[in-house]
């Protein structure tokens, strides 16, 4: 079968989702939803660098019954949501919402209604948090009689990130700030606390053990050199060169979920923090039990040293990893009982078709 | 209504390699109750199941007879052999109780044997899944679980190296089953024992992953290297002589075409110095999952602690145990990795 697909906003990620939608033949287009005046009346094909398609975006797209939005803003509209899945349509989004479950239930159960009311599911997907601090450390948890601690990192040199999205990675990640600016959490950064919480509250809750409380633990280091990213922007010397963001689920009294992302510009840095060179983005999750078990996973455009990009792109990479995440959900989600359905709740994603080429 | 209530009452079947540490974790777990153990040695029946454990008498006593477990009130089968019986599998299942193996069964494409298993699950009302490390989790679950980031794949290549040299093991087991030790001439005329089971076996977990990615694989491609050392090489089960078989490579390939799209490449050596000279370094324990796709997706993965190659059997153990609840609660019938909610080790994390 076929699916129907409303494309929900065509930022980055809503892009590249876009793309898998017009290529992947299980999927058909039905709408895009744009909230730029400048894309009003665009060609879907023409917003993602891919031929025509003959479907126009639109502010207020047509959604049908049994269709699938694919619901890519940065920030989640939970009446526009709520409205969506009372038209039976089903919601897969990339705007956090993993596990709603942590908002409580004036969120929870809007959605949940919603969802009941018009016979359509909802589902929060994305690569870290979601992939890299939910799926994988609970598909690895497989391997363990006995866990004492599981930890999730990320690493990752953000050069390119931080000159295409300045405004995330310099204004409010920090970039470029003095350490005391930096540290000082604005409405971003206390959403990505939002965004890792939930992924520690479904852990916990799927483990049946009680959280005790989330501890937040975040440092920074200036840059030794002066950094001049692809935009012309400068990180000078003395300020924020690295992050180092620690979020902590204390149970019983003891650390036991600790999920960091380690952000970078360059390597020389002070204090003098030892720092990977690479350029993949990684992620290791280790879990501290009987036995141990650590994993290390990195994304790149090619992997192949014969490949002309082998180990580049790695930035790029997490963004189609994260909107293929989504778009591969959509026959699961389609599949599944109505309301909200976590990754607990579904099979495994499978990238179903990846190896018709 | 789930079909079977915790605490499950479990009955081992083999107590050997990895029966032994699911007997160790049943025990221990508050969730799960040991009622029986079938042997296959006059040495262990009769003996307290703690006591073959190496734990504390627990007054269940194993036994040999199949027909006992067959009518023991019970409500799963952790069936464990170095040898399984489809007999014995659909006996199990149809006197009324759930079944986990290792031992291959990750996925069916047989239409006889699924349809035998199937119908004595019918009867039993009974679910039967199969775990493990490699096949169940290394070549099939993971690349599956990581495909979810990839819009395009072009191939999946999946590493298993191992370091078998401080395997407990009897020598028996090693250098009989496993096929070491032997001298170059008949090693030119021995293929190993393992192979046969192992081609089966790996071959279902690449259907499983085709099936998963929603593919028809066409052809398989199977080869079989062994090296042999280049001087004399202590280890744990014995000493191997210079020129002796201490290093085995079996590789399987899975076409469309005559397209390689999964790979499974399996590195067992016993010594440091073997010839031919494998690039792939003497480690502990290792699987690497590559996906060459768009993006390019990898993976590696490896125990940490001592004795690494023992930990590979507390990991299929481990596999083993945390599929439990989902099993008893599954509805009936032969079930994959593909039926089952995301299996985490739900009952059995305890943050201790």
């Known amino acids: 079968m076929t699916y129907r697909v409303i494309q929900w906003g065509t930022g980055s990620v809503g892009r590249q989702a876009l793309r898998e939608v017009l290529r992947n033949p299980e999927f058909e287009l039905a709408g895009v939803k744009v909230y730029d005046d400048a894309k009003v009346g665009k060609d879907a094909g023409d917003l993602c660098d891919m031929p025509a398609t003959g479907i126009v975006a639109s502010k207020e797209p047509a959604v049908a019954r049994g269709d699938t939005v694919l619901y890519c803003p940065i920030v989640a509209d939970y009446d526009e949501i709520a409205r969506l899945l009372r038209t039976g349509a089903n919601v897969v989004t990339t705007a956090s919402n993993v596990y709603p479950q942590f908002y409580g239930p004036g969120v929870y159960d809007k959605i949940n ?8 599911t909802f ?3 994305g690569i870290n948090p979601a ?6 450390p609970l598909t690895l948890s497989g391997l363990v009689h006995r866990a004492r601690k599981i930890r999730v990192q990320e690493v990752s040199d953000v050069n390119h990130y931080a000159s295409t999205a300045p405004e995330i990675m310099l204004d409010h990640v920090g970039f470029g700030k003095s350490p005391e600016e930096a540290l000082n959490a604005d409405a971003f950064l206390k959403g990505m606390t939002a965004y890792f919480s939930e992924s520690i509250h479904m852990i916990v809750d799927h483990l049946g053990v009680t959280l005790d409380r989330i501890e937040e633990r975040h440092e920074v280091a200036t840059s ?6 692809d935009n012309g922007r400068v990180i000078e010397p003395g300020t924020v060169g690295c992050r180092l963001f620690r979020w902590i689920g204390v149970v019983g009294a003891e650390d036991r979920i600790e999920l960091s992302t380690f952000w970078k510009v360059t390597a020389e840095l002070e204090p003098a923090w030892k720092v990977s060179t690479s350029k993949l983005v990684e992620w290791t999750v280790s879990i501290e039990g009987t036995p141990s078990v650590r994993c290390v996973v990195g994304i790149c455009e090619s992997f192949d040293p014969d490949s002309p990009d082998y180990l580049k792109g790695a930035e790029a990479a997490a963004v189609v990893g994260t909107a293929t995440h989504a778009v591969n959900a959509i026959p699961y989600v389609h599949a599944a009982p109505p309301g909200v359905r976590t990754f607990l709740d579904l099979p495994i994603i499978a990238s179903r078709g990846a190896l018709r080429d | 209504m789930a079909k079977r209530q915790a605490p499950f009452r479990v009955i081992q079947w083999g107590t050997g390699a990895v029966g032994k540490y699911c007997i160790q974790r049943t025990i221990e777990s508050p969730h799960l109750k040991q009622v029986g153990a079938r042997v296959f040695s006059d040495a262990k029946n009769g003996k307290d199941v703690g006591e073959i454990a190496h734990l504390a008498p627990t007054g269940v006593k194993a036994g040999m007879d199949k027909q006992a477990v067959y009518d023991a009130d019970a409500d799963i089968v952790l069936y464990t052999p170095l040898i399984v019986d489809l007999d014995d599998i659909c006996a199990i299942l149809a006197s009324g109780k759930d079944l986990i193996t290792p031992s291959g069964f990750v996925f069916l494409k047989d239409r006889a044997v ?4 199937n ?3 019918a009867k039993g009302n009974s679910t039967m899944y199969a775990a493990g490390i490699h096949p169940g989790f290394a070549g099939d679950r993971v690349p599956l679980v990581l495909s979810a980031l990839c819009r395009n794949i072009r191939k999946v290549t999946v590493y298993e ?8 093991e009897s020598p028996d087991l090693i250098f009989g089953y496993l096929g070491f030790n032997m001298d170059a001439e008949t090693a030119a005329k021995t293929p190993p024992p393992l192979l046969k089971t192992m081609s089966t076996i790996f071959k279902e977990s690449m259907q499983m992953l085709a099936a998963g990615l929603g593919f028809e694989i066409d052809s398989f491609r199977t080869s079989h290297e062994y090296a042999l050392t280049t001087e004399d090489s202590q280890t744990v089960p014995g000493l191997i002589p210079k020129g002796h078989v201490g290093g085995q490579h079996f590789n399987y390939e899975a076409l469309v075409g005559d397209r390689t ?3 499974f490449k399996t590195y067992w050596r016993m010594a440091e110095k073997l010839t031919p000279a494998w690039d792939q370094p003497m480690k502990g324990l290792t699987y690497i999952v590559e996906i060459d796709g768009d993006p390019g997706v990898r993976c590696v993965f490896e125990p940490v602690g001592e004795r690494p190659a023992e930990l590979g059997l507390i990991w299929t153990a481990a596999l083993v145990m945390n599929a439990i609840p989902e099993v008893c609660e599954a509805p009936s019938g032969f079930k994959t990795t593909l039926d089952l909610p995301l299996i985490a080790a739900k009952s059995a994390v305890h943050f201790t």
Not at chain 1, 113 to 120: F, K, S, T
Not at chain 2, 114 to 117: G, P, T, V, Y
Not at chain 2, 161 to 168: G, I, R
């Open chain 2, 161 to 168: 190296l191992v370091s078998m040299a401080d395997m407990t």
């Open chain 2, 261 to 263: 799209v999964i790979e």
């Open chain 1, 224 to 229: 030794k050199v002066r950094v001049v990213l």
């Open chain 2, 119 to 121: 119908a004595a699950c």
């Open chain 1, 131 to 136: 992939f890299m601090s939910e799926v994988l």
């Open chain 2, 114 to 117: 699924l349809d035998r298993i």
């Open chain 1, 123 to 125: 589902h929060g997907s």
């Open chain 1, 113 to 120: 209604d919603a969802g009941i009311d018009g016979g359509a």
